[in-house]
């Protein structure tokens, strides 16, 4: 990765750090942090200074950097297939009326279906993460209809990727081994340590911004590609600002979601 030094400042250290991950669309995992200045208050205004902090990209050692090429054309290929195969469940047509009772007798074994999804999906992630030279202990955490999947890591940047490229498809690959073993409507998350709720910090911040954006310019504002859960979280958070509408543009994987007035 490119060591591209950014220097930003806010109110507060935390505020200029969240800030800087924004601008270089990384994770706290992802960046080394040097506090420049944690700011001051001032007195009625005056003397009033900013924190200041500086953040630069890790840079991977050689033999890292190999392990994340194999790693990324691991998954690519695996994503694929993913897709190829989620493709074939999507399709496949809907049970008729008279097989409604083979239906149940499946609905009765749905405890074991879930227990053998969960499995599944665990073994696959544990195995796959040792092909990026890392160890890992793989947990999931039902929550109705969303089950997370928390990997405790050792070497947490590596499995995340560049721009969440690996945690990502990970999380595609997932989504389509449970689908294999269950097919109700399940949404599937995997997560390394904090990274969705950084994420979807950062996503948060780059909606305000654009709103605040699109209201000042009148203009739509077209943002960069994104995955269709983070596309989906975007929207949701801007529903509830009613100056606004979203819609995406685009194919996959290069759709984009455009935030514009409300009409």
Request: aromatic content about 4%; glycine content about 4%; charged content about 35%.
């Amino acid at each position: 990765m490119e060591n591209k030094k950014i220097v930003v400042s806010d109110v507060t250290v935390d505020r200029a750090i969240s800030k800087g991950l924004d601008q270089l669309n990384l994770s706290s995992h992802e960046v080394d942090i040097t506090i420049i200045s944690e700011g001051k208050k001032g007195l009625f205004g005056f003397g009033k200074k900013e924190a200041e902090v500086s953040l630069s990209p890790k840079t991977l050692t050689d033999p890292q950097d190999d392990r994340q090429l194999d790693a990324n054309e691991l998954v690519e290929d695996a994503v694929e297939r993913a897709e190829e195969a989620h493709d074939e469940i999507s399709d496949e047509s809907v049970p008729e009326k008279e097989e409604l009772d083979e239906v149940i007798e499946e609905n009765a074994d749905f405890e074991s279906s879930r227990e053998a999804a969960i499995n599944g999906v665990i073994d696959y992630l544990s195995e796959t993460i040792k092909t990026y030279g890392a160890s890992a202990e793989v947990k999931a955490e039902v929550s109705r209809n969303v089950i997370t999947f928390h990997i405790d890591t050792d070497k947490p940047g590596l499995i995340i990727g560049k721009h969440g490229k690996i945690i990502n498809a990970l999380q595609t690959l997932a989504q389509t081994i449970f689908q294999q073993h269950e097919r109700n409507r399940v949404s599937v998350v995997v997560n390394v340590g904090d990274y969705r709720e950084r994420r979807a910090k950062v996503l948060e911040n780059m909606a305000d911004r654009t709103t605040e954006r699109v209201l000042r310019t009148k203009q739509p504002v077209f943002l960069e590609p994104l995955p269709a859960f983070e596309r989906k979280q975007i929207h949701a958070y801007l529903s509830k600002t009613p100056e606004v509408s979203t819609h995406s543009e685009g194919k996959e994987p290069h759709r984009y979601l455009v935030v514009e007035l409300a009409k």
